[in-house]
Structure formats: C-alpha cells, structure tokens
C-alpha cells in the first residue's frame, strides 16, 4: 500500500481517541482490513512502472510542491510505505497534520535550516541552551545560516526580516529547563517556532497546541526507545512538510525502513516507558536532593525520566564507578545512561557559551530506564563515593525547575 493511501486509512480513524490508544493504533489502522496483524516492512528501493509517462508526471508533481506521489511507491528516497507509518503515527501523536522523517535529528533540523535559507530566509533566533551539536550547526553557520542568541524575553527584539526560525529545546538539553512555549510562539509572531520536545516527547507536552509551527525529534531517543535505531523526525503542517519532503529528496537523509518499523513499534509502548521511567527518575530526584554529596538537581516541573545533577566532588569519578547504570551518550533508552555534558554532548560548544548556559563542569545528566529504582540508586550511591556527613545548604540542594 502507497503512503497516500496509509495516511487516507488512518484519516478514516474514529475522531477521538486517548492518546494510549493513538499510541497502539496510529498508523495502524489499516491493517486488519488486509488481514495483518504486524505492520510489514517495504525494503524496497525501487518499484516497477509501466506507465512512463504517468511516472513522469507524478514526480513533476513531487518537484513542483512535494505532496506525496499518489498512487504506487516510485523510488526510496522520494518515500517508503513503512517510514509513512511512522510519520502518521507521529504526526496524530503531535497533534500536526504531517510529519517528515530523516535518518537522524541532525539530519532533520539541517533539513529545517535549508527549507528556510532556499527562501532567503537564513537567519535563526534560538534560546541557549540547545543539544550540543544543534548549538554547533547554527553557530558555526555550516549551512548558511546567522543565529542570534537571546534569553526567552529578547526574541521579539532579535526578530528581523531575514529572521526564517525561532528554535527552542523545553526540557532543555541537558539543563532541564523549562520555557513558557505558549509566550514564545506569541512572541514570534509570524515566524516559525520550532521547538524541540525530544526530552518530553508527546507524552507530556504537546508543543504543536502551544502554538509551535514545528516539533524537532530526536526519534533516537524515546521514539525508539531501545537505543537499536537512529533517526529523526519534524511533525508539522502539511505545507511546511511538503517543503521538508523536497529537501530530503535532494539531499537524501532518508529513514531507512527497517528503522520506520522500528520506531512504529517504539511508539506503541511510548506512554508505557515514559511514565514507568518517570516515576524511578522521581524517586532517584527525592534521594539525590537530600543527598550531601549533591550540590543541585534540576528536573522539570512536568516531570520526565531526565535528571540533571551537580555533584560536589569529581564528576568524572563518579562516571567510572557506576556499574549498573552505563556510561554513554544519548538518552531515552529503556535502561538507564548517564554522562557528563562539559565532556561530550556539549563539548563542541565553545566553553564560556556552555558554562554561560548552564553546563558547568560538575553537571551530571541522567537518563533513567526502566530497572528497579533500588537497583538504580545503590549503584548511583556506590558511584558517589563516600558521604562526608556535611550537607551543603539547604538552597543548593532543592531540585529546579
């Protein structure tokens, strides 16, 4: 079946659903009526045609305003009937008419960056701070681009007639913090939020209904869930997306199939992971707050498996003693990761930029998994090392928002 025909079926939906139940059946919903129970896997890259001349005709089509070819799949990297399921199922778990999926979330914002800059539109506002390599692709202006950094209450001001995008990250990559989506889509008027919500994913925030124009993911991440497939995604309106259709074409970061799957399948039991997760990161929160040798928490008001922690000792020691918990980057897998920004994820950001946003060199930053939360916090007390008996003041202790 081709993608038009995916996303026509699960417009034929009931109209309103729980989101656990989007979560099971979205870009599903066609499959019984072919008798299937499991989403097949399309690992075709290219499909016969014996109609030339309406082969040409769709793909001028395509060219001209890159909706999706109707009728048989053409070629892969113009689209793959199982990446399309995903797409669906991301776009309704959004909320967004559309979504667009890349071989990575790098690959997705690039493909954000290029859409606007073919406009003329090349310069970025963004809020600091940003994943480390996103902060990297618009400071160093790989793709054309001119960023203006600024603090939530400076967007307007930073706004010019080039401006193509206001970008965010809340929960803040690896801060945590938090920022009022609804005032900053306001205060962009008629340009573009993109807002990335990797860290809370559909399950707790839907920033599409805060007036962003754009939802970034790093489906790597809690998509996946799994830490088995890399990929990225942009959920949207259907005109930007026929933009992000085009520009993946051209440049081909296409999501290979068998990672569609993948990630369709990761979806099913999203809400399940991020509140299972959510509820030992609470719990490692209570401890880690009370704990002497922790010198601040962060953790978002809205909750999350995400921790952020400074410690009062030496980060770096606490890395190479954990055991149970595994010392690697990315995050939003089903077991629990934890490393050190300064050193890694934002290593690449120019050190006074980094530490002005945040990062300082003895935050800690926590993805928590699904293992048994005492499990999880014997081997976080073993890797603390011994307590000193003295507590740090009560204010430097409390978990932030």
Known sequence: MDSASIRAHDDARPASRAFATEAVHAGRDDLARQGLHAPPIDLSTTYPSYDSRAEAARIDAFATDGAEPVGPPVYGRLGNPTVARFETALARLEG?????????????????LLARGATGLRHVVAVRPLYGCSDHL?????????????????????????????????????????????????????????????????????????????????????LGGHGDVLAGVVACDEEFARRLRQVRFAT????????????????????????????????????????????????????????????HGDPHEVIARVRLI?????????????????????????????????????????????????????????????????????GHRQAVG
């Open 326 to 394: 595994t010392p690697a980057v990315s995050l939003g897998s089903v077991d629990t990761l934890i490393q050190h920004p300064a050193s890694i994820s934002h290593r690449i950001v120019d050190a006074g930029d980094r530490r002005g946003a945040g990062v300082g060199d003895r935050l800690l930053r926590l993805s928590v998994g699904l293992e048994d939360v005492e499990d999880l916090w014997a081997d976080l007390d073993r890797a603390l090392g011994e307590r000193t008996g003295d507590r740090a003041p009560a």
């Open 96 to 112: 967004t008419e559309a979504a667009v999926a890349f071989a990575s979330g790098m690959a997705a914002l690039s493909a954000v």
């Open 138 to 222: 618009l400071t160093a202006g790989l793709l054309g681009t001119e960023v203006t950094w600024t603090d939530p209450a400076g967007i307007t001001d930073a706004l010019r007639p080039d401006t193509g995008l206001v970008m965010v990250e809340s929960p803040a990559n690896p801060t945590l913090a938090e920022l009022d989506l609804r005032a900053i889509a306001h205060a962009c008027g008629s340009v573009p939020l993109l807002a990335d919500n990797t860290f809370a994913t559909p399950v707790l925030q839907r920033p599409a209904e805060q007036g962003a124009r754009l939802v970034l993911h790093s489906a790597t991440k809690y």
């Open 252 to 311: 081909g970061g296409v999501l290979h199939p068998l990672a569609g799957y993948l990630l369709l399948r990761g979806l099913s039991t999203l809400p399940v992971r991020v509140r299972a997760a959510s509820a030992n990161a609470a719990e490692l929160v209570r401890r880690l707050t009370a704990d002497p040798r922790v010198a601040r928490v962060r953790y978002p008001r809205l909750g999350g498996a995400m921790i952020a922690f400074e410690v």
